[in-house]
């Protein structure tokens, strides 16, 4: 079965950002060194866990997964219409982010794609995304779930792929 889900649209996992070079009062997350790192959890195709290895066409994907990098700074959410700026500057589709909804140390988002130009297979994209704030470590959870057609068959077909994004705070700038 052929069916892909372009990277670009991978990216709307990326509502945690890099804030300023100083520390921000009112943002739970303090200034510092911290470590970042994404993996992919789980791959489902037609509702089925597969590898990522078993599939050719859905290599691309393993650039989600990516080794720990540090920084120094300060993480923070984006607000609403930071991400659909940056959604709108990345991703060459009609995407829309629909929530970001921040409950103390908890921030959610949710939000569509269609029109996605460089996969004919894809109808639409959903993705929703949930962070645990704290001042030393951030958990973010996304979800994205691609829906369209086989390229080999004509039938309906489905992907979800969860990440999971952990940044800790491992010491002063």
């Known amino acids: 079965m052929y069916f892909r889900l372009p990277i670009a649209i991978l990216m709307l996992a990326s509502l945690a950002a890099c804030g300023p070079a100083s520390d921000v009062a009112d943002n739970i997350p303090q200034f510092g060194k911290w470590n970042d790192e994404q993996k992919i959890t789980s791959v489902l195709l037609n509702g089925a866990a597969i590898s990522l290895d078993d599939v050719p ?35 060459e589709a009609e995407c829309k982010i629909d929530s970001v909804d921040s409950q103390g140390t908890n921030i959610s988002a949710k939000g569509k794609c269609s029109g996605l130009n460089d996969s004919e297979t894809i109808g639409s994209v959903g993705f929703s995304a949930t962070a645990y704030l704290q001042p030393d470590n951030i958990n973010l959870t996304a979800e994205i779930i691609g829906v369209g057609r086989s390229q080999d068959t004509g039938e309906g077909a489905s992907i979800k792929v969860t990440l999971r994004r952990k940044i800790t705070r491992i010491g002063d700038c």
């Open 57 to 91: 066409e859905l290599h691309d994907l393993k650039k989600l997964s990516r080794a720990a990098k540090e920084y120094c700074g300060e993480p923070y959410f984006r607000n609403k219409e930071e991400f659909q700026e940056e959604v709108n500057r990345e991703i």
